[in-house]
Every structure is written in C-alpha cells, then in structure tokens.
C-alpha cells in the first residue's frame, strides 16, 4: 500500500506562485501515472494534472500554461508549481496515484489519495 504526503501549500496574494509536493513511501511509483486533483467547497473534486511515467503531462484546461507537473522518480515524489494563481484556484488539492502507467484524468482512475494540502488565493 502507497501512502502520498503533500505539502507546501498556504495563503498567496492573486498572480503570485506555490509549488506542492507530494512524496510517496511504501513502494516505487516511478511506474505509475501520478497527479493532482483538487477540490473547492462545495464543489466536486476535479482533475489539475498529471504526469505518465515516462513523464507525459497533461493539464485541465483552467490551469494549463500556468502549472507545471514534475517528478523525481529517485525521490518518489511529485510536484506542482503554480504561478499566476487566481482566487478561483482556492481549494484542497489531494495528490493521487493511478493503477497504471498512463491514464489519470478522473478521479475513477485513482487508486490512493494523499491527505490534502490547502491552497487559499486572496484577492
């Protein structure tokens, strides 16, 4: 069983930059497509990012051209910069694990969650 831990998130002014991590323990993940969701309140969690193992990212289209997915398979861990960032970007966001290689663009496809981190934008 993979545990995911993520931290780095806080309270930034609108246009400013977070970065996330998240590091993984319990077994190598450098197989596995590894990603970034969030959730608001009141909303349901939705797909930020991900990156395949052989380090394929894909964005949802409200982040693309302002975060930026990453990993270091010698560390086991995931990143997420996060420049330009809005108020509407306010939310929990969970790291996840998929099952397989490619392939995490739901939050059907995930097979472990991190515990969140909050990412709060002021205005």
């Known amino acids: 069983q993979v545990q995911l831990v993520e931290s780095g998130g806080g309270l930034v002014q609108a246009g400013g930059s977070l970065r996330v991590s998240c590091a993984a323990s319990?077994?190598?993940?450098?197989?596995?497509?590894m990603g970034w969701f969030r959730q608001a309140p009141e909303k349901e969690r939705e797909f930020v990012a991900a990156?395949?193992?052989?380090?394929?990212?894909y964005y949802a289209d409200s982040v693309k051209g302002r975060f930026t997915i990453s990993r270091d398979n010698a560390k086991n861990t995931v990143y997420l910069q996060m420049n330009s960032l809005k108020p509407e970007d306010t939310a929990v966001y969970y790291c996840?694990?998929?099952?397989?290689?490619?392939?995490?663009?739901?939050?059907?496809?995930?097979?472990?969650w991190g515990q969140g981190t909050q990412v709060t934008v002021s205005s």
């Open positions: 996840a694990i998929g099952g397989q290689p490619y392939g995490l663009g739901s939050v059907a496809d995930v097979r472990s």
């Open positions: 990156i395949s193992w052989t380090g394929a990212t």
């Open positions: 319990g077994r190598t993940v450098s197989r596995y497509a």
